[in-house]
């Protein structure tokens, strides 16, 4: 039936493109229905003109579903083979650029820009999660005078997971381990773990990669330590005598780390160039949240909290991911809570800890 659709409307086209031709090559109007009824009877006439109705019935229908299929076939995206994508002639990090001239710098490269591209879920994951996270990590960079692609340590490091934990141990978006985030003001014990608070994380990470910056000198370099430790960069660059990271012989893992951050930064910064779009219902809603600093002398049950601002227990948790345990312990802790109920949270704060104290 289809096929029979395509076929008159092909034929029509064929038939309007005749009756414009003999237009154009007589000054009289040339209309094939006119002569072809006025040269036959009325009563056949009759039976024509409701099978030619019952074929322009046909024909709009046909354009119909021309159009659906044109509508469906904008919304397929088709995205080229990966031979088709190319490294930019130029890549920076940080304001230093990485010597591609070099092959097999270009290779490494290459080889992490090939390995991605490949990955799209992954991809589309880090697109929708950036919306989420990036806009604090940018304003605090910004705030800081560092510069703002230090933002794509969080891809490499986590692919923007605020669960996530490795096998060594390291914790949160940044992944700190233990005695990296002590040392940069991250709590830890069995009802707490701050390298799961987002903010306390990013303000640590961005204070830990200034000092190494200080230290070595490099953006690069600095990137290299966060991910092997300042010491083992450090008898690196002592043993084979040289600061250059492309140069140095370091571990699998950190060799590959300052090149995956170059190409998370290549494909996120313009992700349509390579065959990545999404609709702006799409991305993830951006972090919205109120920030209080509380003291408490015994412990709070966050079911309280949520009971009290009109929310479910989960969203709260889920916005305090450092809070390990149902209650918040005794000490001053900060609390995320979301927009809008501060005010509510401090009015139940308030009457709670007067209840308490009387206890």
């Known amino acids: 039936?289809?096929?029979?659709?395509?076929?008159?409307?092909?034929?029509?086209?064929?038939?309007?493109?005749?009756?414009?031709?003999?237009?154009?090559?007589?000054?009289?109007?040339?209309?094939?229905?006119?002569?072809?009824?006025?040269?036959?009877?009325?009563?056949?006439?009759?039976?024509?003109?409701?099978?030619?109705?019952?074929?322009?019935?046909?024909?709009?229908?046909?354009?119909?579903?021309?159009?659906?299929?044109?509508?469906?076939?904008?919304?397929?995206?088709?995205?080229?083979?990966?031979?088709?994508?190319?490294?930019?002639?130029?890549?920076?990090?940080?304001?230093e650029k990485i010597p591609t001239e070099d092959r097999n710098i270009w290779e490494n490269l290459d080889r992490e820009f090939i390995i991605t591209l490949d990955n799209h879920a992954q991809i589309l994951l880090w697109m929708k999660r950036a919306r989420r996270y990036f806009p604090t990590i940018e304003k605090r960079l910004k705030e800081m005078n560092l510069p703002d692609d230090l933002k794509y340590v969080t891809i490499t490091e986590s692919a923007l997971r605020p669960h996530a934990v490795s096998s060594s141990g390291a914790a949160g978006i940044w992944q700190f381990i233990p005695s990296t985030g002590d040392k940069y003001g991250m709590r830890r014990g069995k009802a707490l773990d701050e390298r799961f608070d987002f903010l306390k994380a990013t303000e640590g990470a961005l204070n830990y990669l200034k000092n190494l910056y200080?230290?070595?000198?490099?953006?690069?370099?600095?990137?290299?330590?966060?991910?092997?430790?300042?010491?083992?960069?450090?008898?690196?660059?002592?043993?084979?005598?040289?600061?250059?990271?492309?140069?140095?012989?370091?571990?699998?893992?950190?060799?590959?780390?300052?090149?995956?951050?170059?190409?998370?930064?290549?494909?996120?910064?313009?992700?349509?160039?390579?065959?990545?779009?999404?609709?702006?219902?799409?991305?993830?809603?951006?972090?919205k949240l109120e920030r209080v600093q509380i003291e408490l002398k015994q412990p709070l049950p966050i079911m309280e909290v949520a009971r009290a601002i009109g929310f479910y227990y989960k969203e709260v948790k889920e916005m305090n991911l450092h809070l390990s345990n149902e209650s918040i312990p005794a000490g001053t802790h900060f609390l995320n809570l979301p927009s809008g109920t501060s005010e509510r949270f401090w009015t139940f704060f308030n009457n709670w800890k007067k209840e308490s104290e009387k206890k």
């Not at 904008?74 to 995205?79: A, D, P, T």
């Not at 490099?218 to 008898?235: Q, S, V």
């Not at 600061?243 to 951050?261: A, G, M, Q």
């Open 214 to 287: 200080e230290e070595f000198g490099t953006w690069t370099l600095a990137m290299a330590a966060y991910n092997a430790g300042e010491n083992r960069i450090r008898r690196e660059i002592e043993l084979q005598k040289t600061k250059n990271y492309f140069y140095l012989d370091l571990p699998v893992e950190t060799e590959r780390y300052v090149y995956k951050i170059a190409v998370s930064k290549i494909i996120l910064s313009n992700p349509e160039k390579y065959g990545f779009s999404l609709e702006d219902s799409d991305f993830y809603e951006p972090l």
């Open 1 to 95: 039936m289809r096929i029979l659709k395509i076929i008159v409307f092909v034929l029509l086209i064929c038939f309007r493109g005749v009756g414009h031709a003999a237009d154009q090559s007589s000054s009289k109007e040339f209309d094939p229905q006119k002569i072809f009824f006025e040269q036959n009877p009325p009563e056949q006439n009759s039976a024509l003109a409701e099978r030619i109705k019952g074929l322009e019935e046909s024909i709009f229908k046909l354009q119909l579903e021309i159009a659906t299929l044109e509508r469906q076939l904008k919304s397929i995206q088709v995205r080229p083979p990966l031979t088709s994508y190319k490294l930019p002639t130029e890549v920076t990090l940080c304001g």
